[in-house]
């Protein structure tokens, strides 16, 4: 069994029975049209959990999941956001329309050919006629609730129109809030204003949202200033419990551990199966028998030499260069109380309080309690001990 750092599926996507259940009930079930939020921290599993569902909603006959994630955006318009998400929707209800052609290839080609091409296929034409409008370049740009509404609407005129319903996943939403209009203007509360709207008339149509950074899913989504507010169940995913760890290890290595051995992996990963999933790569280039506590820390220490930077230093150069001594002094010294970072890092408690805010906002830290702070993720935190210098 390979160790993957794509998200995991199939045959490779271990643990979260309980979560997928109840998704997948959720959404198959007639009388509820309720989405879920998943929020987590990066690396959790997300992903996985969509793609997971996805899979298993694919063969449901009544039901037409899309999956579709803000991040595969480029250019991130409100423009290249509904051309991309209708171009998912019409290859998700693909077959039920006998769509002959790989749809995703068109995406680049200039509107008008692209009406062109539609028009010869067999689409229901009320709808084709709607989506040209939606698409052509003199609708779009100009007039952006016509474009998300002729977006969010499709699914479901489709779904009434196939008699089935439709699931959205929506990986890494709070982007949304990044989407710009064509000439560059911010406008990505107005888009959630939009969507909520238009979901407000869905009777076949359900969305599901993911994001990684708790305070902007918070924001865009789950605090009671959003539109969404009370729109989803919500789920926290976590990092896998010690049995999930075990689990995935010694399904992947083939081996069977010792209890040091796994206590060894949970402390080096926290359980985040982003982390498993790099220390079972590491210990497969080991025999059998070799693995034990010694060599998964030296498999995580080189690791975390190689690939650290690759996994690490964008993130950490994106900061401004007094956050980042902020967090090199917590990562240096274990330090999380407010006075003692402040004393180690030189800023003023007032100074040091708002850039901690900043690095909430981003997702590095969390406040654990009054004046207390500690990384979201110990494995970053590991990485700026071991290799930022000052
Ligand atoms: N249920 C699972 N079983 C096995 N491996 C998993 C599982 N969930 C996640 N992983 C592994 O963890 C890593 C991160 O998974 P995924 O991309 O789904 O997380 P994410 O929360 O969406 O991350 P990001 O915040 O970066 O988008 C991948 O390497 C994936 O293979
Ligand atoms: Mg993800």
């Known amino acids: 069994m ?6 995991a599926i199939g045959e490779n996507f271990i643990d979260r029975e309980e979560i997928v259940r109840e998704m997948v009930a959720t959404l198959t079930s007639k009388n509820i049209l309720m989405g879920f939020a998943l ?72 509107a008008q050919e692209l009406f062109d091409f539609l028009r010869k296929i067999d689409v229901r034409i009320k709808i084709l006629e709607k989506l040209e409008i939606s698409l052509s370049e003199k609708g779009s740009g100009k007039d ?7 977006t969010f609407l499709l699914p479901e005129r489709l779904a009434e129109d196939t008699g089935a319903r439709c699931v959205i996943l929506l990986d890494e939403f709070p982007s949304v809030i990044e989407l710009t209009a064509q000439n560059g203007r ?56 010690r049995d999930s760890v075990r689990l995935l290890l010694e399904k992947n290595l083939g081996v069977k551990l010792s209890r040091e051995a796994i206590d060894t992996a949970l402390n080096l990963t926290n359980g985040i199966p982003f982390y498993l999933q ?17 060599t998964m820390k030296e498999v995580f220490q080189e690791l975390l030499k190689e690939e650290g930077n690759l996994l690490f ?50 997702g590095v830290i969390v406040r654990e309690s009054r004046g207390s702070y500690r990384f979201v993720d110990p494995v970053f935190e590991a990485w700026i001990k071991q290799s930022v210098w000052p």
């Open 2 to 7: 390979p160790f993957t750092l794509q998200p």
């Open 39 to 110: 929020v987590g921290n990066r690396r959790m599993g997300k992903s996985s959990i969509f793609r997971e569902v996805y899979s298993i909603l694919s063969e449901e006959k009544r039901i037409v999941p899309v999956y579709f994630s803000l991040w595969s955006l480029l250019e991130r318009t409100v423009e290249e956001f509904s051309r991309s998400l209708t171009f998912s929707i019409l290859e998700a209800y693909k077959k039920r329309l006998s769509l002959k052609y790989r749809l995703k290839d068109l995406i680049k080609v200039p």
């Open 144 to 150: 952006i609730p016509h474009l998300l509404n002729e």
């Open 186 to 241: 911010m406008v990505g509360e107005a888009v959630i204003r939009k969507i909520r709207t238009i979901q407000e008339s869905y009777r076949r149509t359900t969305i599901c949202i993911s994001g990684s950074i708790k305070k902007t899913m918070e924001m865009t989504a789950l605090s009671s200033s959003s539109p969404f507010y009370r729109q989803f169940i919500v789920k926290n995913i976590l990092p896998f419990e």
């Open 278 to 294: 790099f220390i079972g790569r590491g210990l497969i280039r080991y025999k059998k028998k070799n693995i034990n506590p010694k």
């Open 313 to 362: 230093s964008e993130e950490f150069n994106s900061l401004g260069s007094r956050e980042r001594r902020v967090l090199f002094e917590m990562a240096n010294n274990s330090l999380s109380r407010l006075n003692e970072i402040a004393r180690a890092s030189g800023e003023s408690l007032n100074v040091l309080g708002r850039y901690l805010e900043y690095l909430m906002k981003k």
